[in-house]
T-cell receptor, first 114, second 111 residues
Framework: GAGVSQTPSNKVTEKGKYVELRCDPI?????LYWYRQSLGQGPEFLIY????????DSGLPNDRFFAVRPEGSVSTLKIQRTERGDSAVYLC????????????FGPGTRLTVL | GENVEQHPSTLSVQEGDSAVIKCTYS??????FPWYKQELGKGPQLIID?????GEKKDQRIAVTLNKTAKHFSLHITETQPEDSAVYFC??????????FGTGTRLTIIP
């Protein structure tokens, strides 16, 4: 079946602008995760949804970052007043929501803030 | 919170030889340890995982070992092939929650 998809694949924006990144999880997966990967580093956790609610948002770096999952499927990561330090690959993953189940990753969105 | 350390950061091995990557974790509550392979421009792909009730798991040329007492786990790739060249990440988590990743190992297979 189809895997996790993310759009856009690349996003270039100017400092101070607002961006939205979209994630379509594997059908039927109740858990959805956002991670951020800087060059040469491992992915770092941002936020985790179980259904429509954010079960853990402890990784969001500040209040410029926000994510929603209104119908328990597609999720959007929103970044306000972007800064050059926000440049990274933003990865989305989904799982069935069962304990210790595999997280399947999408290809990521490469965000560049000029 | 959890802290995962991974070594080495780069590894070059001759085709056909074995490769070993090691990770340590800090949180004794962690009970799930996946390994991901990431190729350039792609998202991480799970290659093998192990849960804390098991000491070793093998899938063809890939094996993972876990020592809960010492809080370390290792990835073993035997009979390496050129297509094994990639960046490998270990990770740890407590149940159905966030993964904490290591910093990655760039593996190069020399033909």
């Amino acid at each position: 079946g189809a895997g996790v998809s993310q759009t856009p694949s690349n996003k270039v924006t100017e400092k101070g602008k607002y961006v939205e990144l979209r994630c379509d999880p594997i059908s039927g997966h109740t858990a959805l995760y956002w991670y951020r990967q800087s060059l040469g580093q491992g992915p770092e956790f941002l936020i985790y949804f179980q259904g429509t609610g954010a079960a853990d948002d402890s990784g969001l770096p500040n209040d410029r970052f926000f994510a929603v999952r209104p119908e328990g499927s597609v999720s959007t990561l929103k970044i306000q007043r972007t800064e050059r330090g926000d440049s990274a690959v933003y990865l989305c993953a989904s799982s069935t929501g069962l304990a210790t189940d595999t997280q399947y990753f999408g290809p990521g969105t490469r965000l560049t803030v000029l | 919170g959890e802290n995962v350390e991974q070594h080495p950061s780069t590894l070059s091995v001759q085709e056909g030889d074995s490769a070993v990557i090691k990770c340590t974790y800090s949180d004794s509550a962690s009970n799930y340890f996946p390994w991901y392979k990431q190729e350039l421009g792609k998202g991480p792909q799970l290659i093998i995982d192990i849960r804390s009730n098991v000491g070793e798991k093998k899938d063809q040329r890939i094996a993972v070992t876990l020592n809960k007492t010492a809080k370390h786990f290792s990835l073993h790739i035997t009979e390496t092939q050129p297509e094994d060249s990639a960046v490998y990440f270990c990770a740890a988590s407590e149940g159905n929650e966030k993964l904490t990743f290591g910093t990655g190992t760039r593996l190069t297979i020399i033909p």
